[in-house]
């Protein structure tokens, strides 16, 4: 990452990044399928409602990680072994305690977050059982994703796909068995999810645990560094908020389109499986900006770290134009494979038109706030996506949407929250690119410590 042309080393962190990122989209992907062609449209719904909120959850676990991932790489970069080692076992610890504490949180809340959210009640009773199933495996959810991180840090992305790949298959076997053979429906579907996430979490595990590098993980070491913690979360927690921003805004949109019915429940559900693949590769570049600008500050090449941010959002470009066109050429026999009811796919392809078709101007809001968070500038793009994301969002749906509670009104959000968000994103990273300092103080501070 640190010497060399950028493009290509770009793209072989990028694609099997993006890859993973679409194999964990095919857990729900199966999921959805399987139930709207054994089950029915009210299954579809009961997962498809559950999206947002296994959303909210799962961005956290992911903007944390994503803290680790950074502080890792300026540390690899910097050529602070010492510090790699410690970050890399902090990581995992933390990674376990906040699952954990989410899974008990979240089943003490289950039932209120689905009141409040007014689901309706001929899918209510599905609904709670997949969000129960579901968050009794965020400890290995989270685990995973921190695990991930850790191997992105030093810029392997394909084994965390490879171990995905395994998973996924894994998971397709059991939806198949559990609803087929078991006649488990959702509930099925939901504990096939957990074994197939528990299984990628302990392969990458053993992994770290073989590994004789950098990354090389004792169970006996495992601990918190209070330094390295502070770091992470300084970093990871902001970008989290960030996710959660974004989950949280689709968790009011979701409410507005139980409001609509079951069709359009079920629309949206399968809309979104296929619209969340296009969204791994525009997340995969900005990660890649992440880690690249990341390790480049590390070793104090701030020129470079400029140039792999524009470099990742260049590309980013070329592949969401090529993924648009490809989902909105066939995207009406996309949504056929999850359900063929003839309202279910209007209303699924006009989701599609409204999110696919906008989504490279998502380019730059990933990309800069990724090199953003690779400086360890993480605060500034969480708070505006604050208010450009979720603030638009909400007073949409309370205005605008309320006047005129139709679908295509209630889609039109998507588009222009991002557009607030990219303005202000933009002017963000103008600012803190004049201002920024070649060695944080953070650093200096640890060097310090480590020389003492």
């Not at 090389?216 to 921003?245: F, K, Y």
């Not at 063929?340 to 699924?348: I, Q, T």
């Amino acid at each position: 990452m640190l010497h060399g042309s950028l493009w290509d080393k770009i793209l072989l962190f990028a694609i099997p990044l993006a890859l993973t990122g679409i194999l964990q989209q095919l857990f729900n992907a199966a999921d959805v399928a399987v139930l709207g062609q054994l089950v029915g449209k009210n299954a579809i719904a009961a997962v498809g409602n559950n999206i947002s909120i296994i959303g909210l959850l799962v961005n956290l676990f992911m903007g944390l990680s994503l803290g680790a991932n950074v502080v890792i790489a300026q540390n690899i970069g910097g050529k602070r072994l010492d510090r790699v080692k410690t970050a890399v076992h902090t990581a995992l610890l933390l990674a376990i305690i906040t699952g954990a504490a989410i899974t008990v949180v979240g089943e003490l809340l289950t039932g209120s977050v689905l009141d409040v959210m007014g689901v309706p009640d001929e899918v209510r009773g599905m609904a709670e059982t997949y969000l129960r199933i579901y968050l009794a495996g965020m400890p290995v959810i989270g685990l995973y994703n921190f695990e991930s991180a850790i191997f992105r840090s030093r810029g392997d992305t394909k084994t965390p796909l490879m171990s995905l790949l395994v998973a996924s298959i894994l998971n397709l076997v059991m939806n198949l068995f559990f609803v087929i053979a078991l006649d488990w429906g959702v509930a099925g579907v939901a504990f096939a999810t957990v074994l197939a996430n528990a299984l990628s979490a302990g392969i990458l595990f053993r992994a770290l645990c073989r590994s004789t590098g950098l990354l090389h993980v004792e169970v006996r070491a495992l601990s918190m560094d209070r330094a390295c913690l502070s770091e992470i979360v300084r970093i990871g927690l902001p970008a989290g908020i960030q996710g959660m921003v974004f989950s949280l805004s689709n968790l009011i949109i979701q409410s507005a389109i139980n409001s609509l019915g079951a069709e359009a429940m079920a629309a949206s559900a399968a809309a979104f499986t296929i619209e969340i693949n296009v969204y791994c590769f525009v997340n995969a570049f900005g990660q890649a900006a992440t880690t690249f600008v990341g390790q480049n500050y590390g070793a104090g090449k701030l020129f470079r770290c400029r140039r792999a941010t524009w470099v990742s959002i260049g590309l980013n470009a070329i592949f969401t134009v090529l993924l648009t066109v490809l989902v909105l050429g066939f995207g009406e026999g996309m949504l056929k494979f999850f359900n063929a009811d003839p309202e279910v796919v209007s209303l699924g392809y006009t989701r599609l038109c409204f999110i696919v078709g906008p989504e490279t101007i998502c380019v730059l809001l990933d990309g800069l706030s990724g090199a953003l968070r690779g400086y360890g500038i993480s605060m500034p793009p969480a708070v505006l996506s604050l208010v450009g994301v979720c603030g638009v969002r909400i007073t949409w749906v309370y205005t605008l949407f309320r006047q005129n509670p139709t679908y295509d009104v209630l889609m039109a959000t998507y588009p222009v929250s991002w557009a607030v968000t990219i303005l202000f994103i933009c002017i963000a990273y103008r600012f803190y690119m004049k201002h920024l300092k070649p060695v944080p103080k953070w650093r200096q501070q640890l060097h310090e410590g480590d020389e003492a």
